[in-house]
């Protein structure tokens, strides 16, 4: 009977680098939302996954050690999970059962799926109330922070009362920090709430004022709910709202995606930036 000896660790991957505050999933407790289990089979060991979170995520294994073993998938495995299922990711087999065997799976996991089309056509409500206009201060392409980023900047005062553009599941909120300013080391001090789409994208809503997020993690939210108040934190030229979304393309590294409002001309239009938008409803 050979002895086995594994180690799992399970630690959470960063979204890519992002010039206007994406939320770092670090303090959020993975173990509360994905398990690892390993099972022992004749030939070698199962590794399950279950995903204990509100919505779907994309989980990626790969082993950092892998002794006297085979895994049976190609790596790195990358696999979508719904919440509550139990999905075996991995088949290991033991090479030589008198041999001592090792493996160090490393999960990582985040919000949503690489999907292979988003819904292009979706129309998003303006995300403050109804009878507002905004001037759109920066749109796809800015210069100051959004370059190679479909990303909006609503001007807006600090304390605008910030709606949900797109129903969803609250998967992440940040209201702690007090300060903003326009250099980039300040990208990581700013307030926001992340909002998981049923497609699998993820609606992104930055620079919330201190203890200005209304809604918190696993919470239901429709078009046009409350998430609290602008205001200016993070990495900023001044108060503002910032809002994109964003899918995953490999499982562990989010890209962003075009997107059109329904706006006071009664369409669906692409943001310009310096132009005003009144909400229409
Ligand atoms: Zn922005």
Redesign the pocket.
Known sequence: MGKISWIIVLFVSLFVAH??SMPTMAETGVEDVIHLRTRKTRTGFELYVKNNGPGIVTATLRFARLRNVTVQQKLPIIHPLTPNRLVCLATLTVTDSSLETEFDPRLTWEWGTALPQHDDEYSYSLPFRRGLQFRVS?AFN?F???HG?Y???FDMPEGTRVLCARSGTVVHVESHHKIGGPERKLTELGNFVTILHADGSVGHY?HFKEDGVTVRENQKVKVGDDLGISGNTGFTAGP?L?F?VLKLIDGQRYTTIPIRFKTHLGISETLKPRRFYRHPE
Request: proline residues 7%.
């Open positions: 010039p206007a920066q800015g100051f922070s959004h980023r990303a909006i900047d930055a503002h910032h994109e």
